[in-house]
């Protein structure tokens, strides 16, 4: 049985978010785009298969103070 490990990056910016899914291997297996909304986000996780391995990159103070509290309201969903 294959283990099916996924590395998920996402540079989050005040629109838009930048998403770039890896296999187990290290390749490039997709990127997208995405509005800068929770909903969205989840949407897209739950869509996907495996071991998620997700980290996010972010820099606008004012989003981190407000969204990463909304983000991590939602983190349990993932589990």
Same mark, same amino acid.
């Given at each position: 049985?294959?283990?099916? &490990?996924?590395? *998920?990056?996402?540079?989050?910016?005040?629109?838009? !978010?930048?998403?770039?899914?890896?296999?187990?291997? $290290?390749? /490039? &297996?997709?990127? *997208?785009?995405?509005?800068?909304?929770?909903?969205? !986000?989840?949407?897209?996780?739950?869509?996907?298969? $495996?071991e /998620?391995h997700?980290?996010?990159?972010?820099l606008?103070?004012?989003?981190?103070?407000?969204?990463?509290?909304?983000?991590?309201?939602?983190?349990?969903?993932?589990?």
């Open positions: 049985m294959s283990h099916d &490990v996924k590395y *998920i990056g996402m540079d989050v910016h005040k629109e838009a !978010i930048v998403i770039a899914v890896l296999n187990g291997s $290290g390749k /490039l &297996v997709m990127e *997208i785009i995405l509005e800068t909304k929770a909903s969205s !986000i989840l949407q897209f996780l739950h869509g996907l298969k $495996g /998620l997700v980290t996010w990159e972010f606008i103070l004012g989003f981190y103070a407000g969204g990463r509290r909304r983000f991590s309201d939602h983190a349990s969903a993932l589990r």
